[in-house]
């Protein structure tokens, strides 16, 4: 039995096929563009690649993401939240708290021991709190997205960033550069905006230890180091923490068909 | 008739920034006034009861740019307060003969006077409703604002206020509350057939007309509703609380029921439901109007109770209505509705009841992330029924 | 010269914060009262400890202590939007604090009054504070101040209130009402009422020897916190002794005065310091301003105290915070001239909107239909996330250089 998740987001899509033991067989990281279609059967060909099957194998596909209703070749689609809960729970057995931070918007959720959605919030209507401003910065300050994602924790006192507005905050980072802040501390006073931004909803919805930071913010180990700075608390993030949105529907998938079998 | 059809009807009127009503009004009654009130309750009773038409001014719902306004009022004022202002400034309202601000927070009182000072040819009345409702003093206060409201209202007229006047004016009003009561009591039994943006509509369309003509409105689409079918059976039934003075879309609300939720009942628009029992028909209007505000309002955000909170309405509602959670929908920036919400949020946590917490503006147009809010709530209920919040 | 009266300020304020809580007071019933349409003087009759829940909040934002103090806030429920002072306040006495700053602590309610007058906020903030203390809420509900003035229905409610609050005053105090000793603490108020007027006054010299925003609001602790008191009499017969000796001296607390600027609006407390730099490194002083005389005294006193109960209810309706906007704007234009002042600031701060609301307008009125230039700025009373330094510097620096070229006669365009 094969169960795929695809998380179609605003910046990248993500695929991943987990086995009946809920083992990861494969998976697919690919920029969305603007085609949403494409970029999830792009993603979808990778790891059915990975995992070495093709797609007539899989027993269950679940879209969740942006763009989950584009993707005619899912049977079902689940939420955000939801996926990233039972996502985060699985990879993070302690989970009780994530923070998705993804391309368009954070959403902080409590979950429980099975990722279940307890509680959640979300943040969207300014994409100051997203990775699309981040993307725009690396364009402002002239850094490769490759480079950025390696950069250094924010430094021991990060510079302050007020604006809540993305087009104010270029601005306040316009006048930095201009008075001869170098990039990095830049960045790491953004880290830290963003951070912030992430505590504010997660706080919200009440923290409770473990948090885990997913989306495609968390594998920038300077954004994981600032939110853990901000929170005054350790925070389960790495390299694969884009992926919890796609683990988490394919888990649903998996839960689906164990229902349909009982 | 299906009820969608007078609700297509009705819909097609809304919110036309000309207020071509206000025109159909003074052409039907030559030399006849129209007097803005802006939300949540004025005293429009007086207004019918001096022969002048009261119009509900509750922004533009997002029809209109914001340029104007933006120029006199903040970023952080609420959307109604500045495309209310923004209808003044683009000379919409020129038709209004005076306008009417009530004391229910800082924006109404702060809104008073910078539409003064850009229209001081006209009346602009703050009225000051007493916040200590429970002062014995309270009762003679307010009818001596009352009074004041009276004497302007009638300078304006061109004629007195009779007391005669008064009571008829209550009792078309205590008609359309009837009305309202009635669709109220059909839409939480059966959702299926009257849906909570349909309920929304019939409401919006009494914005600018006087209270007979759409009580009119009401009585037909009773009679419709009589011959509408039942529909799907929503997945879960939800009272909205919170949006009581800026108006949501209407689409807001058919994102939310396409859904499966089924708003049963609500506060929009509560201006028009804002009394627990009819006025008085006897005895002197303007000490009934008076003890009525003090004594009979429904609990709301704007007015402090002193024996209880408005949360204590929600379980109330909760009650009529059998519903299964809340929808606690803000007006971004709306004050009143934002602290309240916290002691909503409590009461609900407190009584393991499933609600969603959704933020709002007139002027928007695309509900995904609503509608995604949803979803995750019907999803969360699935695996655990008991809980299923959101913010 | 040294300031003497700003440390006599602070000292008068420590002694406040220390007799809250001090063991000598502990039998003393404590209220919470709100700056605007507040009446302290009655309670000072009942011997109540006096505590302000703004007060707390503009301590804790002096001292920057206000960013976790509102996420303590926000943790509880409170969203964003919601006013900082709020947030500040109820997350040092419901957070994990529970009222212990480093300035004090802060007893806990045995009564709460609303003295609604101008900020319905109020009236959410002590329901807050009463669930969570378990104590009985009162109001003195302040109609609003028309342009005309308070009416006698006006002051007839209010005075009712008052009237209405001294049975629970009574009960909650354990202390019998006494009308004298009312009016012998409302003379004491006269006295400090009318010293207040006067120190603001030396404004309008040239040089003013006052900066009328950037110190007064340190010379206004204890109006707000002493008001009806014989320290607070004392306090500002030094403050007056001292503006009269620097008046004489020529005295400048921007050395040389280049500019006289009103100031309208909230002073941001947790970056104040560098926001008046910004202006005194251009020889800008205030001349004036009217947070200074939110709670009490805009423009001295009409009646006397000789009615104790009138003279209390006439207290309550003198809130600037509870001024209509067209009662606002004219009484800017009295100032402005009065004061002689070549421009006005206008900081709008996003969390009150009693005191924020107009003000852009405001600056259109004054800046195009009156010929003042006006900087309209925007910022926050408690949160510093809202005070963007560098933004801010930006715009001061422009309107002030924009100043200097229209002195020096050479016409500017003023950059909004």
Known sequence: MLSCGIDVGSSQTKCVILDGNAIVQGRGLVHSGANLLRAARHALKEALTEAGCEEYDLTIAIGTGYGRFAIPFSHRTATEPSCHARGAAYRYPGTRTVLDAGGQNMTAIRTNAEGAVLDFAMNDKCSAGSGRFLESLTDLLGIPMAQLKEMQPPSEKPLLLTNVCSVLAEQEILNYLEGGKDSEEIVGGVFMALARRGASLLRRVGLEDEITFSGGLSHIRGMAAALSEVLGHSVNSGPDGVYIGALGAALIGLDQVMKRTE | ?391 | MEDKARSAAGLLVDRYFRELDSEENRDRKVVYLFTSGGVSELFRTFDFRIVMPEINAIHCARRNLSVDLIHAGEDLGYSEGVCSYVKSDLGLMLGPTKGCAPFGKIPPPDLIVITHGGCSTYIKWAEALSREFGCPVRMIDVPFVREEGATEFDRAYVLGQIRELIPDCEKISGTRFDIDKLGEILKLTAQTVELWIKLLDYGKKRPSPLDGFFEAVFYMSPMTLWRGTKEAVSYYELAVEQMENRAKTRFSPVQVEKFRLLFEGSPPWPRFGEFGEMFWQWGAVAAASTYVRLGCACEGLEMGPENPMEFLAYLAGLSYYNWSYGKKVRFLEKLAKEYDVDAIIANSVRSCRPVSIGLLDLRNHFAREMGIPTLFLESDIADPSYFSSVQILDRVNTFLQGLTERKKGRPRRQKA
């Not at chain 2, 009225?127 to 009638?154: C, G």
């Not at chain 2, 019939?202 to 009773?222: D, K, N, T, V, Y």
């Not at chain 2, 971004?332 to 002691?343: E, G, I, R, Y």
Request: hydrophobic residues 40%; proline residues 7%.
């Open chain 2, 1 to 391: 008739m299906p009820i969608s059809k007078l609700i297509e009807r009705l819909r097609a009127r809304l919110d036309d920034p000309t207020y071509p009503e206000i025109t159909e009004w003074k052409n039907a009654h030559p030399g006849g006034k129209a007097i803005g009130c802006f939300p949540i309750y004025a005293p429009v009773e007086m207004v019918r009861a001096a022969g002048m038409l009261p119009v509900l001014i509750a922004g533009a719902a997002g029809g209109i740019g914001l340029d104007e306004a933006d120029g006199c009022l903040q970023s952080f004022v609420c959307s109604v307060g500045r495309s209310t202002l923004e209808l003044k400034l683009d000379g919409f309202l020129e038709k209004l003969d005076g306008m009417m601000f009530p004391s229910i927070c800082e924006i109404s009182r702060g809104l008073s006077g910078v539409w003064a000072r850009h229209d001081p040819g006209k009346p602009v009345i703050y009225i000051h409703f007493p916040q200590n409702t429970r002062s014995e003093s309270a009762k003679s206060y307010l009818m001596s604002e009352l009074n004041r409201v009276k004497d302007i209202l009638e300078s304006i007229a061109g004629a007195p206020i009779t007391y005669d006047a008064l009571l008829s004016s209550f009792a078309r009003y205590n008609r359309r509350a009837e009305l309202l009561a009635r669709l109220d009591i059909l839409r939480a039994e059966h959702p299926a057939r009257f849906s909570g943006s349909q309920s929304y509509v019939l409401r919006l369309a009494g914005m600018r007309i006087p209270p007979e003509e759409h009580s009119a409105i009401l009585e037909e689409a009773l009679r419709e509703l009589e011959d509408t079918p039942e529909g799907k059976t929503p997945k879960l039934r939800m009272v909205m609380l919170g949006a009581f003075c800026e108006r949501p879309p209407v689409l807001m609300l058919e994102s939310i029921e396409e859904n499966g939720i089924a708003i049963v009942a609500d506060d929009v628009l509560l201006g028009q439901a804002w009394w627990k029992k009819p006025l008085e028909l006897t005895g002197d209007p303007i000490e009934n109007l008076a003890g009525h505000y003090l004594g009979e309002a429904v609990p709301n955000a704007v007015v402090y109770r002193h024996d209880g909170r408005p949360c204590d309405s929600l379980k109330l509602m909760m009650e009529k209505t059998h519903a299964d959670g809340v929808l606690i929908a803000s007006a971004k920036f709306c004050h009143p509705a934002h602290h309240d919400n916290s002691c909503i949020v409590r009461e609900c946590e407190k009584h393991s009841i499933p609600y969603l917490r959704i933020e709002y503006e007139e002027i928007e147009q695309a509900f995904e992330s609503i509608r995604l809010q949803v979803e995750a709530l019907l999803e969360a209920r699935e695996r655990l029924p008991f809980a299923g919040t959101g913010h």
